[in-house]
C-alpha cells in the first residue's frame, strides 16, 4: 500500500516502573520521551508537536523546552482520565495527516504510587460538588467504585464469575513472568491467590485491581513516508477512534459497545482479522467484557473464553496483554499497552504472537482504540 | 417518614453526614425537596422525560424548561458494590459497607444506601422504598429500606 497519507508509531519509550521513582514526573517524561526518539533515530530538536494526558502535570511548553524545541508548531492534551490514549494517537495521527506537525511525541510521566494515587478518594473525590453530589454522600469516591457497580450488574446479566476474572490476572501474570520489566516478574499468581485475595470493592478483589506505578512512557509519531528511512519496523496505524459519552452511566454496557462499530468500520476489517489484543485493564473483569463489547466474541461468553485460556499467549486464540498489562506490567493509563501494541507488529514482545497482521489496542474500555499492522 | 440514625452493622448511615453533598443551583430544587420528606426528578415540561442527575438540559429533546416530579419513592436494586477498603480517610470506622443502585419504578436510577439490610444480604432485584434521612438544617439524603 501507498505510504500516502499514512501514520506510523515509529519510536517508543519508557524508563523502569517502580513504587517509589525519586525524581519528577517531567523527569520520568523526558527519559521516555528521549528513549524514545532514540529508538525512532530522531534528533530532539526535530519534534514539532507534542501531546499529553491532560491529566500529565509536565506541561507541553515545559517539555519543549528541555527538549531544545524552539518552534513547537503544534501540540494538545485530552481531558477525561487516563483513559486517553489511543484518543491521542488518533488525534496526533490526524494533526501529522493535516500538515500541522511532522514529528509528534506523545508522552506521560507519573508517579502514581509514590505521588498522587488514583485509588484514594482524597485524590479522586470530587467533595460531594457537581454531579458526586449525587454519588460522594452514598460513599463512591474513587472510579473502582463505579466500575464495580457496572460489572456486579454484568455479572448479574451475564453469569460471568469472579473466578473467571481471576483467570484474567492469572494470565497476565503469566505473562509478566516473561517480560524482565515489568513488576511482577518474579512473582507467580495462581487462581487460588487471586480466589483467596481480600476484597477492595466487592466484586473486586486485590488481584482484580491494577498496580500503581511510578514510570514514563513515551511514543515517537511521523508519517509512513518518513518512517520507511528511520530505524525500526513502522507500526503503521491503520484505524484510531475515541469515543467520549459516559456510557458507564448505563451501569450496564461499556463504552466499546459505541466505539467497536466506528472502529472497525475505519480500519475496513473485523474483529476475526485482530492477532493480538491489549486491553485497558483497570480491573480485570473490564477485559472479559471490553473483549465481549468489541465483538471479539459474543456477550456472556467471555468468562468462558478467558477460563479456556483463549486469551493467553500459549496457545490461546486471541493473547490479551501481552507484557502483563496494568494488572502485572505497570500502570501506565495505557501508554504501557501502546508501547506493547507496538512491539507486537515490531516482533520485539517478550510474548511474541507469530506472523501479526493487525495489533489492537484499547486504552479505556472503548474510550480509545487503535489497530496497528505492519508496512505492507 | 424520616430515619433515625440507628447503628446497624454493615449500614452505612453516617456516610452521608462524613461526605456531604454540595447543592448548587442545577439540582437545588431536588435537595429542597428532600427537605419536605419528597422524592422529585427532573422531568422535561417539553417531552416529559426524565433524568437524574439533574442538569439544565433534557438530552432526548433539548428542551430547558422542567419541572420536579414526585417520585412513589419505590423502586429495586439495580447494582450494588460493597466497599472493603477505606478508600477515604474519614471512612475507616465505616468500612464495610454497601452502595446501592435504585432503579425507581418510575425509571431514573439513583445510587444511595439501604438502611435496614446487611452488605451480606443484598440482592440485585430487591424492592426498596425510600426513607429520609436528615443529616442537618439543609441536608436530608434519600436513603431505602428493604420493601414489601
Redesign the interface.
Known amino acids: 500500500m501507498a505510504a500516502q497519507g499514512q501514520v506510523a508509531i515509529v519510536g517508543i519509550g519508557e524508563t523502569d516502573y517502580s513504587r517509589e521513582s525519586g525524581r519528577s514526573e517531567l523527569t520520568l517524561a523526558l527519559q521516555a520521551i528521549m528513549a524514545a526518539l532514540d529508538d525512532a533515530g530522531i534528533a530532539p530538536h526535530e519534534v514539532d508537536g507534542l501531546m499529553r494526558w491532560a491529566v500529565d502535570t509536565s506541561s507541553e511548553a515545559v517539555v519543549a523546552d528541555n527538549l531544545g524545541v524552539r518552534d513547537l508548531a503544534w501540540f494538545g492534551d485530552i481531558t477525561q482520565a487516563g483513559n486517553v490514549g489511543a484518543a491521542l494517537v488518533a488525534s496526533a495521527s490526524a494533526a501529522i495527516k493535516a500538515g500541522l506537525a511532522e514529528v509528534v511525541v506523545i508522552y506521560r510521566g507519573v508517579n502514581g504510587r509514590s505521588g498522587r494515587r488514583y485509588?484514594?478518594?482524597?485524590v479522586t473525590?470530587q467533595?460531594?460538588?457537581?454531579?458526586?453530589?449525587?454519588?460522594?454522600?452514598?460513599?463512591?469516591?474513587?472510579p473502582?467504585?463505579g466500575l464495580?457497580?457496572?460489572a456486579?450488574?454484568r455479572m448479574?446479566e451475564t453469569g460471568v464469575t469472579s473466578r473467571q476474572f481471576g483467570m484474567v490476572a492469572v494470565t497476565e501474570r503469566a505473562h509478566a513472568n516473561r517480560n524482565p520489566r515489568a513488576t511482577f516478574f518474579d512473582r507467580p499468581l495462581t487462581i487460588e491467590d487471586h480466589q483467596e485475595s481480600?476484597?477492595?470493592?466487592?466484586?473486586f478483589r486485590l488481584y482484580d485491581c491494577c498496580l500503581e506505578t511510578d514510570g514514563g512512557g513515551a511514543l515517537v509519531l511521523t508519517s509512513l513516508e518518513r518512517a520507511r528511512d528511520l530505524k525500526q519496523r513502522p507500526a503503521v496505524i491503520r484505524a484510531a477512534a475515541q469515543h467520549g459519552y459516559a456510557a458507564e452511566r448505563e451501569?450496564t454496557d461499556t463504552a466499546a459497545k459505541f466505539l467497536a462499530p466506528r472502529l472497525w468500520a475505519r480500519a475496513g476489517m473485523g474483529p476475526e482479522e485482530i492477532d493480538v489484543a491489549q486491553i485497558y485493564d483497570h480491573f480485570a473483569p473490564f477485559v472479559v467484557f471490553a473483549l465481549e463489547d468489541y465483538g471479539f466474541i459474543e456477550r456472556g461468553e467471555g468468562g468462558r473464553f478467558v477460563e479456556s485460556g483463549e486469551i493467553s499467549w500459549d496457545g490461546g486464540a486471541l493473547p490479551v496483554n501481552t507484557s502483563g498489562g496494568h494488572l502485572s506490567e505497570a500502570y501506565m493509563q495505557g501508554m504501557n499497552q501502546l508501547l506493547e501494541g507496538v512491539r507486537q507488529v515490531r516482533g520485539t514482545s517478550t510474548s511474541q504472537v507469530e506472523n501479526v497482521g493487525a495489533s489492537f489496542v484499547d486504552t479505556g474500555i472503548g474510550t480509545g482504540a487503535l489497530i496497528l499492522v505492519p508496512d505492507a | 417518614m424520616t430515619h433515625e440514625v440507628t447503628n446497624i452493622p454493615g449500614v452505612p448511615l453516617g456516610v452521608g453526614e462524613l461526605l456531604p453533598p454540595v447543592p448548587e443551583p442545577d439540582n437545588q430544587k431536588f435537595w429542597d425537596a428532600l427537605l419536605s420528606d419528597e422524592l422529585r426528578i427532573q422531568r422535561c415540561t417539553a417531552c416529559g422525560e426524565l433524568r437524574h442527575p439533574p442538569q439544565p438540559m433534557c438530552p432526548r429533546c433539548n428542551g430547558f424548561d422542567h419541572e420536579w416530579a414526585l417520585m412513589s419513592g419505590r423502586g429495586s436494586v439495580f447494582s450494588y458494590v460493597v466497599s472493603h477498603q477505606a478508600v477515604h480517610s474519614s471512612l475507616r470506622e465505616r468500612t464495610p459497607f454497601a452502595t446501592v443502585l435504585v432503579e425507581l419504578d418510575e425509571g431514573p436510577r439513583l445510587v444511595s444506601n439501604l438502611v435496614d439490610v446487611g452488605h451480606d444480604e443484598i440482592e440485585i432485584g430487591m424492592a426498596v422504598a425510600v426513607v429520609f434521612h436528615r443529616v442537618d438544617e439543609a441536608i436530608v439524603l434519600p436513603l431505602f429500606r428493604r420493601a414489601g
Not at chain 1, 485509588?119 to 482524597?122: H, I, P, V
Not at chain 1, 481480600?198 to 466484586?203: A, F, S, T
Open positions: 485509588g484514594s478518594g482524597e473525590g467533595r460531594g460538588q457537581g454531579s458526586a453530589a449525587f454519588s460522594e454522600p452514598f460513599g463512591l469516591l474513587t473502582q467504585h464495580a457497580m457496572m456486579q450488574r448479574h481480600r476484597l477492595i470493592v466487592e466484586p451501569y
